[in-house]
């Protein structure tokens, strides 16, 4: 079903074991994104552990770094570099394939979005089909990701958690996240299999 870590400017990033016990419980890909001079950069695309890791450490995040990380269990269209998150808010679904890019606004998901779901589609996921039929009609600018209102009803369309970030670095949260000393966890598969 996916885990997101958020960490917010401001806050510590994820330590290599939590990394590590997050990729082990979603295995199907991962992806980050973070915000730098107005831009939301998302690079994903990466289906085994060595490359994440190797990737986060060229990054060289800091506590000032707004990051988003998401790891991937697959739901519906398949196990493929191209369908992990997090995804470019847009209308445009052949955007949302792209595995390195800069946006205004990038999305990660977890969850099942029964209104989205088909079974028979190969090439996009739920959230991916959410966002070009939904999300990018619902928020329309950064204001929307501080109007709780407009949150409180993407959680009651969708039922599941995101996390929203824009070019600025703010991160909107949409349904219950687990905060553990400032880190936000989507669900508990951040933790080792022992204390789960």
């Known amino acids: 079903m996916c885990i997101i870590c958020v960490s917010r400017s401001g806050v510590r990033q994820p330590s290599e074991a939590v990394i590590r016990a997050m990729f082990n419980h979603n295995p199907h890909g991962a992806g980050y994104m973070f915000a730098r001079d107005g831009w939301v950069t998302i690079h994903k695309g990466f289906m085994n552990l060595d490359d994440y890791l190797q990737a986060i450490r060229e990054e060289h995040f800091t506590a000032n770094d707004s990051v988003v990380y998401h790891f991937r269990i697959s739901t519906q269209a398949g196990v493929s570099p191209e369908m992990t998150h997090p995804f ?55 204001a929307d990701l501080r109007d709780q209102r407009v949150l409180d009803s993407i959680f009651q369309i969708a039922q599941s958690r995101f996390a929203i970030m824009d070019g600025g670095g703010y991160i909107a949260t949409v349904g219950k996240f687990i905060d553990e000393r400032g880190l936000l966890f989507s669900n508990a598969s951040y933790l080792p299999w022992r204390m789960r």
């Open 88 to 142: 470019p808010l847009s209308n445009r679904p052949a955007r949302l394939r792209k595995l390195d890019l800069r946006c205004r606004c990038g999305v990660a998901h977890n969850g099942i979005i029964r209104l989205t779901s088909d079974p028979d589609n190969e090439h996009y996921s739920d959230t991916a089909i959410f966002i070009t039929d939904y999300l990018s009609h619902i928020i329309r600018g950064r």
